[in-house]
């Protein structure tokens, strides 16, 4: 069994394993991750499809995908990760966060949440280390949540120990127990067979272990996409930003592969009288073959009569590609602005995405979107090294009581002189100060501005003599020269 059937059948059968019982929605919705997932990968269930043949029988085809639903969240991650953003935290936490490779595997997850609707972080430890694990939303089953966040959940994966299969389900429990209050981790293992026996954790290799955490902060985060969930108004999870897009996805696939269909039986095709074909024997079947030789110099004897007969026929039909590629840009524009984008902006003319500058200049909904999952994206970080701060020292993270903050930087997506423009005018115009404009367009702080203008008024208010009389300076020494030049003449 693959590891994505593992996971597919994980909610069916978790009143049995667990002992829990979810919500309908909970395991309805996974069906929905699963579809969007094998949309991801390229392998929609659309691609597939029968059809019967001249001959009457039932024939199957794999229709070619174009992998709109990649290019669409791997465009989104793009657009918030063009550059990590500004973290202001303690320096052993931006170590921690160095030594998980943090900032890569955002990126990598950031695309795989937006085609899944959303994906978890989750601490661990191993070896007297803490340790960040990325999950995917196909991994994730949240159980209690309130209005701000999910506060339990479990957590899916697949081991291997001597070449035997377990699954491995880790549960985040918030209890009260006494005098201790926080969260309680266990472990369940199963054999990956047929029916999902119990196992036990020496038959994973692995040590039975209750870790409890006296914290009432959460040792996970699951960041979603910005996007209302209207599959599952229920559910906290978040949906794929072409959860609402697949009747598209489908016909853009459709499109695409009639565009290589076209060009398959578009083919040349040459028309030839019968008496040019020859005949062979096919010795496995001992049936007559017949077959035209293009490069056949032979001889062939004919009448007169016959030579109307014996013209070969150009019979190519003419390939049509505008018009398919015209379809094809016309759902790529409505795929734009059904997953967050402006229209026209997956384009199918060679420049297959507008600029950095245009998203911004346009005000464009990229932009906006874009802004909408950096929120989510910063407010699940945050939430995350929190988490950090309240057990960090006894894996020796040594932390602060300031606040943690996060700026994303746009500067690369973002179109400088239309901003530039827009301060100035509002300068010259008298609805700012030039302390104002400094601060938005360096950067600055309001001190640092402060000292900036104050500079730059005072570069203006000294005036250079020289500079008034156009330089003369540099123009009297050669005016001199050439009176001088003129009186010597005379």
Not at 276 to 295: E, I, L, W
């Amino acid at each position: 069994m693959t590891l994505d059937e593992v996971k597919e059948k994980v909610r069916q059968i978790w009143a049995i394993i667990t002992g829990n019982t979810l919500d309908a929605n909970i395991t309805q919705f996974d069906q929905l991750i699963q579809d969007w997932w094998a949309i991801y990968r390229g392998n929609p269930e659309w691609l597939d499809y029968s059809y019967m043949s001249l001959s009457g029988s039932k024939q199957k085809r794999t229709r070619k995908s174009m992998g709109a639903a990649k290019i669409i969240c791997s465009e989104l991650a793009g657009l918030c990760f063009t550059e990590p953003p500004q973290l202001s935290t303690d320096k052993s936490v931006e170590q921690f966060l160095a030594e998980n490779n943090f900032w890569q595997k955002m990126t990598e997850y950031a695309e795989y949440g937006a085609a899944l609707g959303g994906f978890a972080l989750k601490l661990y430890s191993n070896d007297g280390a803490l340790h960040i694990d990325y999950v995917s939303a196909d991994c994730f089953v949240p159980i209690s949540w309130d209005t701000s966040r999910v506060t339990e959940a479990d957590f899916v994966s697949r081991i291997v120990r001597n070449t035997k299969k377990f699954l491995r389900i880790e549960h985040h429990r918030k209890i009260t127990d006494g005098a201790f209050s926080g969260y309680e981790i266990t472990t369940d293992y199963y054999f990956d067979t047929v029916g999902y026996p119990k196992a036990k954790a020496v038959d994973a290799g692995e040590e039975e272990n209750i870790v409890r955490v006296a914290t009432e902060t959460p040792l996970f985060v699951y960041i979603k996409t910005p996007e209302a969930n209207n599959k599952s108004l229920e559910s906290p999870l978040g949906i794929s930003v072409y959860a609402n897009a697949k009747d598209t996805l489908e016909s853009l696939d459709i499109a695409f592969d009639a565009l290589q269909h076209e060009i398959v039986m578009g083919k040349r095709r040459i028309i030839v009288p019968v008496s040019c074909v020859r005949s062979v024997v096919d010795p496995k079947t001992k049936k007559q073959v017949q077959y035209f030789d293009p490069a056949d110099e032979t001889f062939i004897a004919f009448n007169n009569a016959d030579a109307q007969e014996m013209q070969i026929t150009d019979n190519t039909v003419e390939i049509r590609t505008e018009s398919i590629k015209a379809a094809i840009q016309t759902l790529l524009s409505i795929l734009s602005v059904q997953v967050g984008f402006s229209a026209g902006y997956l384009n199918f003319d060679g420049v297959s995405m507008k600029t950095a500058t245009e998203v911004v200049s346009e005000n464009s909904k990229p932009f906006k979107t874009k802004c909408a999952y950096e929120n989510n994206i910063g407010n699940g970080i945050l939430q995350l090294l929190n988490a950090v701060r309240e057990i960090g020292a006894e894996y020796g993270i040594q932390t602060s009581a300031g606040e943690y903050t996060i700026a994303w930087n746009d500067s690369i997506v973002e179109d400088r002189n239309t901003k530039a423009k827009y301060w100035i005018d509002r300068y010259n115009a008298g609805t700012c100060s030039l302390v104002r404009v400094l601060m938005e367009l360096d950067g600055l702080s309001e001190a640092d501005a402060q000292k900036e203008a104050e500079s730059i008024k005072s570069e203006r208010a000294t005036v250079d003599v020289g500079s008034l009389f156009g330089g003369m300076d540099g123009a009297s020494g050669t005016e001199n020269t050439d009176t001088g030049e003129a009186q010597d003449e005379a």
